[in-house]
């Protein structure tokens, strides 16, 4: 029965905020604010994350690839392309679900439990407009760019994983990465992060505004927003995959 009505308020929230969008003027600032804090702030953790991803794609996919007649290019294609159609969206994804989507809950749950969304509704403004709208525009918005940045970093760290441990050379990993490029990868990709950015914002901005019981319930609300947006994480990106595949 539970289900059933956190699936309801959910859908009535979303619906409230795509209703509201309209009213930019209300949230103009807030939602600069949230992109610099979704996309700006989390650019090292995503590049850190996206580095080691490659370089340590580059060393294990040379270890497997022992065969002689199996050409060095390879290593190139398989790390650039496994980064532009999963990884890069994915590990990205479920990093800032920790980091984006606990902070959303945090800030919605405080003002929750601490009556200010309500005090906000007193002054006339609306809530959802204010608070949830410009959380979500901003995820949707700056998890491409993001994606964009763990990519280049996964693959900058993956040519320098190969240079230094001497397993393939520059030219042969980029050789290997055109041989595989195509346009659609990197569609995919954008999907990918367009799709996951509302699904940790959403949730994480559901939680947090209808956190109750104090701090405990804004720390209840900040493990579940964390724990379910990695979990539709998988699920979307199963799905994407099914059908743009």
């Not at 795509?18 to 995503?46: A, C």
């Amino acid at each position: 029965m539970q289900l059933f009505v956190d699936v309801g308020r959910y859908c009535r929230l979303i619906y409230e905020a795509i209703r509201s969008s309209t009213e930019f003027g209300m949230y103009r600032r807030n939602i600069v604010t949230e992109m610099v804090k979704t996309g700006y702030d989390s650019l090292p953790i995503i590049i850190l994350a996206g580095f080691f991803t490659g370089a340590v794609m580059t060393i294990q996919t040379s270890y497997q690839l022992v065969a002689g007649f199996i050409p060095a290019s390879t290593i190139g294609s398989i790390v650039s392309q496994s980064l532009l159609i999963e990884l890069a969206a994915v590990i990205s994804a479920l990093v800032l679900a920790g980091r984006v989507g606990a902070r959303i809950a945090t800030e919605l749950g405080s003002m929750a439990v601490s009556e200010q969304i309500d005090a906000l509704e007193s002054m006339g403004f609306n809530s959802v407009t204010f608070l949830v709208m410009p959380r979500v525009l901003a995820g949707v918005l700056m998890f491409p760019v993001i994606y964009v940045a763990a990519v280049i970093a996964g693959i900058s760290g993956g040519l320098l994983a190969g240079i230094l441990t001497g397993t393939i050379p520059v030219a042969d990993f980029m050789l290997g990465a055109r041989q595989v490029f195509t346009p659609a990868d990197v569609s995919f990709g954008v999907i990918k992060a367009f799709v996951f950015g509302y699904i940790i914002t959403s949730i994480s901005c559901y939680k947090g505004y209808f956190a109750t019981s104090g701090a405990e319930g804004v720390g209840h609300a900040t493990t579940q927003a964390a724990v379910l947006s990695c979990i539709y994480i998988l699920v979307a990106d199963f799905v994407l995959a099914f059908l743009l595949l």
